[in-house]
């Protein structure tokens, strides 16, 4: 009888610290996820065919950055970008890159471009035409 009786209490016992090693996990997840309030994040708003003109001092567009579809999340302030396209006007040439998507920091200074981005510019007096591609991109779009 001892023999059964020892059995059943290691049995038991396993059975008790297999509910508790999935009980609990749960019991402590769900208050902190509680009082920690997390949302999913949803956009705030967003926009189809986006375009922003960023103009320099004497009036004459700096940049132009559109995209097909711009989704602005207020949760961590950030701008997502589908399928933009930068275009830069330097003294002398225009620059333009283009991305599948993009990534706006939250005081809008720099752009991040992911996925099959494709910077080229045409020739000018001094420099050739380039093409330049590469996976990821970041322009730091400074006042001028």
């Known amino acids: 009888m001892g023999r059964w009786l020892s059995r059943f209490l290691v049995l038991a016992g396993l059975l008790l610290f297999s509910g508790l090693f999935w009980w609990l996990p749960e019991a402590l997840v769900r208050p902190a996820l509680n009082l920690t309030n997390i949302a999913p994040a ?69 752009l991040i471009m992911r996925g099959g981005v494709r910077v080229f510019r045409g020739a000018t007096k001094g420099m050739g035409a380039a093409d330049v591609r590469t996976h990821t991109l970041t322009v730091h779009l400074t006042r001028s």
């Open 42 to 110: 949803r956009p705030d708003y967003y926009i189809n065919h986006a375009e922003l003109t960023a103009m320099n001092r004497h009036g004459r567009p700096r940049f132009i950055l559109t995209a097909e579809r711009l989704v602005h999340f207020s949760r961590g302030k950030r701008t997502l970008l589908i399928e933009p396209r930068l275009t830069q006007f330097g003294k002398h040439t225009v620059t333009t890159t283009i991305a599948r998507k993009g990534y706006v920091s939250p005081h809008g200074h720099i």
